[in-house]
């Protein structure tokens, strides 16, 4: 990848905060969803890219549409289970996160916190009390794209889980920056 076309991206000083999805860019995703603490598994480097930002004074929080639940696929003590693991994990790497933000709703609910929609993304500026505007939002699908550039957020787009056919979809803006991961992105973000 050519990161010289993304330098104008990168502001003369680092964000105060990244947002995260979860499924496909912080952990592996599943058409059939993650409905336990065991079928969480990390993407490689992703726990160890967190922790990096947060080493460097930068809030994480992840923004995660979880309608499985909403689908009866698991209930709210299990999607705790997956988020204690996976907070546990970027704890042991001397990570942090700021908070993690779900939607519980089905896509035909219309509510206005599952992305593409940006109520999630305005309840992390609220609770952190930061403007996302130019807040870097890292996804691997069209929705959290959409999303980003709906709040103001700078969308980023990760290869990993949905990426890919994200990409080759064709429909992305060729200027939104698509990196093979999440770490390949902090790598960049902190060089």
Not at 177 to 184: G, I, M, Q, T
């Amino acid at each position: 990848m050519n990161f010289d076309a993304y330098r104008g991206l990168k502001p003369a000083r680092l964000p105060s905060l990244v947002i995260l999805d979860r499924d496909g860019v912080i952990n592996h995703d599943s058409d059939a969803y993650i409905k336990s603490a065991d079928e969480w598994v990390p993407i490689k480097g992703s726990i160890q890219a967190i922790a990096r930002l947060y080493r460097n004074g930068i809030k994480i929080a992840v923004a995660t549409n979880q309608s499985g639940l909403a689908r009866g696929l698991f209930d709210e003590a299990t999607l705790k289970q997956i988020h204690e693991k996976m907070l546990g994990e970027i704890r042991a790497a001397g990570g942090n996160l700021a908070g993690i933000f779900y939607c519980p709703h089905g896509p035909e609910e219309g509510c206005r916190c599952r992305k593409p929609d940006v109520g999630l993304i305005l309840q992390i500026a609220e609770q952190l009390q930061i403007d996302p505007l130019g807040i870097p939002l890292i996804g691997d699908a069209a929705r959290d794209i959409q999303a980003a550039s709906s709040a103001g957020c700078q969308p980023v787009l990760v290869k990993t889980g949905k990426g890919s056919a994200t990409l080759d979809s064709g429909l992305l803006d060729p200027a939104i920056p698509v990196f093979e991961d999440l770490s390949a992105f902090v790598d960049f973000w902190l060089d």
